[in-house]
C-alpha cells in the first residue's frame, strides 16, 4: 500500500464526508427532510453503496471508511424524512 496515495485518499474522504454534516445537523435540528427528494437520496444512497464496493474490491480503507460514514449520515436523514 502506498501511503502517500492512501493518504491523498483519506484526506479526500474526511473532506467530502464532513461536508455533509452541516446538512445532516440542519435536518436534524429542524426535525424534516421534507425539502430533501426521495429520489436523491435513493439514487446518492445507491452509489455510496456501490462505491463502498469498489472501496473493498481495491482494499483502499480511504474509500471504504468514507462511505460507510456518509452512508450512515445519509440513513439519519431518511430516517427523519420517512419517519412516521
Do not use: H
Request: a negative charge; one cysteine or more.
Amino acid at each position: 500500500m502506498d501511503f502517500g496515495v492512501e493518504g491523498v485518499g483519506f484526506l479526500a474522504a474526511t473532506l467530502t464526508t464532513c461536508a455533509f454534516f452541516p446538512q445532516v445537523a440542519k435536518t436534524w435540528s429542524s426535525g424534516s427532510a421534507e425539502d430533501i427528494s426521495t429520489l436523491w437520496l435513493v439514487m446518492f444512497g445507491s452509489g455510496l453503496f456501490c462505491w463502498l464496493i469498489y472501496g473493498v474490491m481495491v482494499n483502499s480503507y480511504a474509500v471504504m471508511a468514507a462511505n460507510v460514514v456518509t452512508l450512515m449520515l445519509l440513513g439519519v436523514i431518511a430516517w427523519i424524512k420517512w419517519r412516521p
